[in-house]
């Protein structure tokens, strides 16, 4: 028959999208579709969610539905539901992402290690355990987490109880070294509504629902858990959904020991691969675990935002060509679009620093890049700092990739060859 084909949704923040691909990572149908926007509370996120999900499984051509074999979603880390997992009744959230719960720091603090990835407003945990007070201990024996891309997994396999996988699981308190829920976490007692199962990034999970599968498809597809690095390579690599599915198969620790990934987006990102799991909660540093090895990660303010507020892209485009990058920019700025650094400095006070401007445009933006090539390569010592293997190559993703003579004012701050990614993965095996 047809070669099998594989289905990867990505839910962003403004909308989701899809991909099929094939064995050999190329696409034979994509799209995209925007979320409605949500009325009032937050329910609303996850109908649109939902709607979403389902307007795309429509969106793929009925030819290539018979071939899907798996579906896999990501969602944005750290965006979690209540979910009672007989009924499908939404019991709390949808949390999303960037909303902080402060008042439920303390308690987290209390139980979790120092500056442990949940020790911030806006972890996982911090969402749960929030909730758990205001509901006065009180949840049913069928409320579960789920995790945004759980959630909509859920709704496709039906399965009670709630799956994860390690990556997404990580915010909530999850060890993927341990391959558990740490001890000073399930002894509390909203422990018993976290995921019950939490699998490898892209191990089948459960068969599609039956009532899915006769509307959308012929196969008895499996839906899988798969990686989750919404915040990690994903945010980094301006892909689609297919080929951050095909991530995990690149885990072949020969090639990816000593790679590191910038992205030069609106903000600047740093992920590399690392043989050690290294990860600070005063710096926003984590790790996520690809098999054998670690994605290390943090996230600067600075980034192409702050161009942005200063310069259109054809005045980047243009100024550009006008900056020697041989020579070292004298200026000293700290560029961010507003007050506030948590990595590779944390500081919630600091203000932008972009002055003195010079004359001339093209000197100020050399200064301003150079400064951020800066910013990047203390990044990047702090990480190995906290124990991260050294890197040897550098990759570059994101708006701020295009630019040249960046590219050549980074690679003499940073001392390392920077190349943009070339290589298209191999996907992982899949067991369907
Ligand atoms: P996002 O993180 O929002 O997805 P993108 O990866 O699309 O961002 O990158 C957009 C950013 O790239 C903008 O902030 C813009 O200032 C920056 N950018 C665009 N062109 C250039 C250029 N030639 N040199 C440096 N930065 C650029």
Not at 225 to 241: I, K, M
Not at 276 to 299: C, E, I, N, T
Not at 404 to 432: F, K, N, Q, Y
Request: aromatic share 8%; glycine share 10%; net charge negative.
């Amino acid at each position: 028959g047809t070669p099998p084909l594989y289905l990867g949704i990505d839910f962003g923040t403004s909308g989701a999208r899809y991909a099929l691909i094939d064995e050999h990572g190329a696409i034979h149908s994509e799209g995209k579709r925007a979320y409605c926007a949500p009325v009032g509370d937050a329910a609303g996120w996850a109908s649109s969610w939902r709607a979403a999900l389902f307007q795309l499984l429509a969106d793929v051509p009925p030819a290539h539905r018979p071939s899907v074999s798996s579906i896999s979603i990501d969602g944005t880390s750290a965006t979690a539901l209540i979910v009672d997992s007989e009924t499908g009744e939404l019991l709390g959230g949808p949390f999303l992402y960037n909303e902080g719960f402060p008042d439920a720091l303390p308690a987290v603090e209390s139980v979790a290690p120092a500056n442990h990835t949940v020790c911030s407003p806006t972890s996982t945990l911090c969402k749960l355990v929030s909730w758990w007070a205001a509901s006065g201990g009180a949840a049913a024996g069928a409320a579960v987490l789920m995790h945004q891309s759980d959630w909509l997994l859920w709704l496709l396999h039906g399965r009670p109880g709630g799956v994860s996988d390690y990556n997404s699981a990580l915010k909530v308190g999850y060890d993927p070294e341990l391959g558990a829920y740490p001890g000073w976490l399930t002894s509390q007692p909203y422990s018993r509504m976290l995921p019950a199962a939490v699998r490898p990034p892209g191990a089948p999970v459960a068969a599609l629902r039956d009532d899915v599968r006769s509307q959308y498809g012929k196969r008895s597809y499996y839906v899988l858990v798969v990686d989750f690095l919404r915040t990690a390579l994903c945010a980094l690599e301006p892909l689609t959904a297919s080929r951050r599915f095909l991530l995990p198969a690149e885990v072949n620790q020969e090639q990816l020991n000593c790679e590191q990934v910038t992205s030069l987006g609106s903000t600047l990102a740093i992920k590399l691969v690392s043989r050690v799991h290294v990860a600070d909660a005063r710096f926003g540093v984590y790790s996520h675990r690809l098999d054998d090895v670690w994605l290390v990660g943090g996230a600067s303010n600075t980034g192409g935002a702050v161009l942005r507020q200063l310069f259109t892209d054809d005045q980047l485009a243009a100024l550009s060509e006008h900056i020697d990058p041989a020579v070292p920019s004298p200026l000293d700025y700290y560029p961010l679009p507003k007050k506030g650094e948590r990595f590779p400095v944390s500081d919630p006070d600091m203000m932008p620093r972009l002055q003195p401007r010079p004359g001339s445009d093209a000197e100020y933006l050399h200064g301003i890049l150079e400064s951020i090539a800066r910013i990047e390569a203390k990044g990047y010592s702090l990480l190995k700092e906290l124990g991260a293997t050294a890197v040897e190559e550098v990759f570059t993703a994101g708006g701020g990739a295009q630019n040249d003579r960046w590219t050549a004012i980074r690679e003499r701050v940073l001392g390392v060859a920077s190349g943009r990614p070339s290589r298209l993965r191999r996907p992982m095996e899949l067991h369907c």
